[in-house]
């Protein structure tokens, strides 16, 4: 039988305040609710192209692409659906994953990689940003063709029920911005690279 206090003054309840425990007994179970779909026919695919902040559409690479130019973040599309902006320290991987392309991702790589001797350190590194940061969780990536160990962030937002350009912007905006200041730490008060 669970015991939940009993809080004086509680409005379910028309007995004295005695400042003690009542003990509760119920047969009704709770279950997780299902997840719900999001309603994908709200708003029609073709006003995705027409611009406007104002109504929730889904998020393309094509505009991904429109929302960086308005960051003034020079990329490049790779053609295989991933647009690649790159910074004098990192290189920040915008694309589109999922089974239905919901999830925007934004993943970041420092150019500058760790050698294998150092694999200990990279990880208490990666494990410290994780725990102080809630955006852009690191990680050591596979050894490279040299050995070398790439460091990565990466920011993951489901977005199956589309979103505002204002919303999109900011959230890229966002993305980049964290990315720099993770590589800033990782040379400077991280001391990896």
Request: aromatic fraction near 8%; proline fraction near 7%; include cysteine.
């Amino acid at each position: 039988m669970p015991w939940w206090s009993w809080r004086p003054g509680s409005a379910s309840s028309n007995e004295p305040d005695s400042g003690g425990e009542v003990a509760v007994q119920s047969a009704v179970r709770v279950g997780v609710p299902a997840q719900r779909e999001p309603s994908r026919s709200a708003v029609p695919a073709e006003l995705s192209t027409t611009g406007s902040s104002d109504l929730v559409a889904p998020v393309s690479l094509a505009r991904i692409g429109k929302a960086l130019d308005m960051l003034d973040i020079r990329f490049l599309a790779d053609g295989g659906g991933s647009l690649l902006a790159m910074w004098e320290r990192h290189a920040v991987l915008f694309t589109l994953e999922g089974p239905d392309d919901e999830i925007l991702v934004m993943r970041a790589r420092p150019h500058a990689t760790v050698p294998p001797d150092w694999a200990d350190r990279a990880y208490r590194v990666v494990n410290e940003w994780n725990h102080t940061r809630r955006f852009c969780k690191a990680y050591v990536g596979d050894p490279t063709e040299r050995g070398q160990l790439p460091i990565y962030a990466e920011l993951q937002v489901p977005l199956a029920a589309g979103a505002h350009d204002t919303l999109l912007v900011e959230m890229l905006d966002c993305g980049a911005a964290v990315a720099t200041s993770f590589v800033d730490w990782l040379h400077d008060e991280g001391a990896l690279l």
